[in-house]
């Protein structure tokens, strides 16, 4: 499963839409500082599900939204969407190519779309299960993250293993089945 593309709108600094397109192999995204190279990763933890704005460097749910410039108003809403070759049907579904999408409003209202039919975030999260790409996967290490795993206790750094080797979903079952 290869992220091809991703689409930005009201995003932090992408106040107008910006389309990036990923080839096969390596990208690289190089620019001066303050030129929106960590929002774009920012923008790929936040349409997978982030939840804690602090993470995307933020204070409250409104920081993501264009905030405007002293020639430009600021946007109404943020709008995010990356496109997935689904070609080996890596995620459960029909489609070959599944675009998630995540809109917030000023207002506060979150939106969430799967091929751009509504869905909730916990859709997502059930379609992306496993595959290693969802929320709080480590598709996405930030630099904090590398010092964390580094810093960690041995059981704390189990616990990661556990997850990219894919056990912990097994766990969490078995503890659903032995409550049940
Ligand atoms: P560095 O090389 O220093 O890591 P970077 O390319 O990663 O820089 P980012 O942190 O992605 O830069 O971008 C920071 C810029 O995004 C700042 O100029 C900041 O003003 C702008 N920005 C963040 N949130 C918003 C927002 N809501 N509206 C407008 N601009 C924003
Ligand atoms: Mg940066």
């Given at each position: ?23 096969k192999?390596?990208t ?26 602090r ?78 790409i ?30 990219v ?16």
């Open positions: 499963m290869q992220l091809l593309k991703m689409e930005l709108r009201g995003f932090k600094s992408f106040a107008d839409k910006t389309t990036l397109t990923f080839d192999g390596i690289a995204i190089v620019g001066p500082n303050g030129s929106g190279k960590s929002n774009i990763s920012d923008a790929v933890r936040w349409v997978m599900g982030e939840q804690n704005v993470q995307l460097r933020g204070q409250k749910s409104e920081d993501i939204i264009f905030a405007g410039t002293q020639t430009r108003r600021p946007q109404g809403a943020a709008e995010v969407s990356l496109y997935f070759d689904n070609s080996d049907h890596a995620l459960d579904t029909e489609f070959t190519e599944v675009v998630v999408t995540r809109r917030l409003f000023r207002s506060g209202d979150s939106e969430y779309y799967i091929n751009r039919r509504p869905c909730r975030l916990k859709d997502i999260h059930i379609l992306f299960a496993d595959t290693g969802g929320q709080d996967s480590m598709a996405v290490i930030g630099q904090n993250r590398v010092d964390r795993i580094l810093n960690s206790k041995p059981e704390e750094r189990r616990v990661i293993f556990e997850e080797a894919g056990i912990s979903r097994f766990k969490g079952r078995k503890a659903d089945g032995l409550r049940k």
